[in-house]
């Protein structure tokens, strides 16, 4: 399975990423921001970083990036993203995701390792995980603070869209303490801290990350033999 | 000049921790009658001809602002300061 990994001028965390792919045991392809052809991929993922120095907004200008121009239309189409961090804000400002991420509350770069707790484990980035599984991997932002209208965020409770909450101890205030959401189809998901970054004992907290991309290619390996995806709706 | 300025600012129901951060500065300024601040930006968009608040409004919309967090205004930026003020 061929998952793509973008870069944008500023994006840090792209190496880890294909990294943490080819220990899960998918191939890890680079894209191109400035290229709109996705190469054949299964499944992409818009990685951490300061994508065009974080300019504006974070992610408002790398939306318009030819890539994420084709990216967008193949979500909605099904194809499996994972964003995380800037990824995350990137697929907010794209409206690929309800909200927004904003400034810390407490104004503080926050950089540590985090416990989460999964709490929908249908969506094609997290079948790895049983629900109620709190897992440890980093955080590391300054703008993660995760804000939506009472309406929306009741929307993504009902649905079940919260794929993932900060447990012992909010890191930039978050509405109720969401780390991570998913879209109505449970395709396109976003998330704060980084699994990439917890894919190997020498370098990571845990090993907590490696879910996320395991789950991608088991859900492909799924839809290849012609499952369907069960998305972040259903429980 | 073809000058057209856009404002904008977080939503009043959106947190302003800078904003805040200012705020609670101020006491060092001697200053103690400020009840908020919040913060917003300015951006000055210069046109070759015409001043084109149609295609200022798309642009504020589509890129100057996120609309889930921020709203904005337009105006074209007059030389005498005479401003015609537009609201987006």
């Known amino acids: 399975m061929r998952i793509g990994v973008v870069t944008f001028p500023g994006s840090l965390d792209d190496g880890d990423a294909a990294r943490a792919v080819r220990i899960a045991g998918g191939e890890a392809v ?57 990824g995350f804000q ?28 999964l709490e929908s484990t249908s969506t094609a980035w997290t079948t790895s ?23 929306t965020l009741d929307e993504l409770e009902g649905e079940g869209r919260v794929v993932a909450r900060y447990v012992r101890g909010n890191p930039n205030g978050s509405q109720r303490d969401i780390a991570a959401i998913t879209n109505a189809a449970g395709n396109v998901v976003g998330i704060m801290p980084h699994p990439e970054h917890a894919v190997e004992a020498l370098t990571g907290p845990s090993l907590d990350g490696l879910g996320f991309f395991t789950s991608a290619l088991r859900h492909l390996a799924g839809t290849a033999a012609g499952g369907q995806l069960t998305g972040g709706a259903q429980r | 000049m073809a000058r057209v300025v856009v404002d904008v600012m977080l939503k009043p129901e959106i947190l302003d921790p800078q904003g805040q951060a200012v705020a609670n500065a101020l006491p060092r300024l001697g200053v103690s009658d400020v009840s908020s601040v919040r913060i917003g930006r300015r951006i000055e968009i210069e046109f070759a001809g015409e001043p084109d ?36």
């Open chain 1, 30 to 86: 680079r894209l191109w921001h400035g290229d709109a052809d996705l190469h054949g991929v299964d499944a992409v993922v818009l990685p951490g970083g300061f994508s065009y120095g974080d300019a504006l907004r974070c992610g408002a200008i790398a939306r318009f990036a030819p890539v994420m121009e084709t990216i967008a239309d193949a979500a909605r189409g099904g194809l499996p993203v994972l964003g995380i961090c800037n």
């Open chain 1, 90 to 117: 990137i697929l907010c400002e794209a409206h690929l995701l309800p909200g927004a991420l904003t400034r810390n509350q407490h104004l503080h770069f926050r950089n540590r390792d985090q416990y989460l707790r």
């Open chain 1, 129 to 151: 995980f049983t629900d109620g599984q709190e897992i440890l991997i980093p955080v590391k932002n300054g703008e993660g603070c995760y804000v939506a209208d009472q309406r």
């Open chain 2, 53 to 88: 608040l149609d295609t200022a409004r798309e642009i504020a919309d589509k890129l100057l602002a996120n609309p889930v967090i921020e709203d904005f205004s337009i105006r074209v930026d007059e030389p005498a300061g005479d401003a015609a003020r537009m609201s987006a």
